[in-house]
């Protein structure tokens, strides 16, 4: 699963890299606080009412198979991104927390990480891959249409009614 020449995605299944993966959490939330601060209280309720700190201490019964997955980005030898796989009820699951870091954008790490999430999700018996984003996003909502996610209006959920939140999905077939 190589994205170029220095680069690479992979599965996380040591110690080493789930620790490295928790380090690229926290600083994904510091990263959209930062640039979202008058969105602070959707960003702090997420927080709060995914339980990441909970979902992150039991990582391994969360993102590792046989329920989820989680890949990182290797670039030049240190992790710069990752994505998670969280599996939900109904054959669903929920792409987490797509992150690569400033210093390794546009190396197209970003769209490795979401199609090979999609290609493991396919391979884990998944019917489909949905997500959350903020919607001044842009960079990562454009990524998501191009790689076949649509938005959709769920019924209830997370900020279901929350106009700043973009829900999307993917079908897998």
Known sequence: MAAANSTSIRKVRSEADIAAVKALVWEFFDVIRDRYPDMLDTIDRYIAEQDVEGQ??????????????CLVADHDGEQVGMI?????????CEMNRMYVRDTARGL??????????????????????????????????ALYESVGFETYRPQVGFDADDERVIHMRLTLH
């Open 56 to 69: 992150l201490a039991n990582f391994a019964r969360v993102f590792l198979p046989p329920a989820g997955e």
């Open 84 to 92: 998670m796989l969280k599996p939900l009820p109904d054959k669903a």
């Open 108 to 141: 197209g790490l970003g769209r490795a990480l979401c199609e090979s999430l999609i290609a493991e999700a396919r391979n884990l018996g998944f019917r489909e891959v949905l997500l959350d984003a903020l919607y001044r996003h842009v960079e990562a909502l």
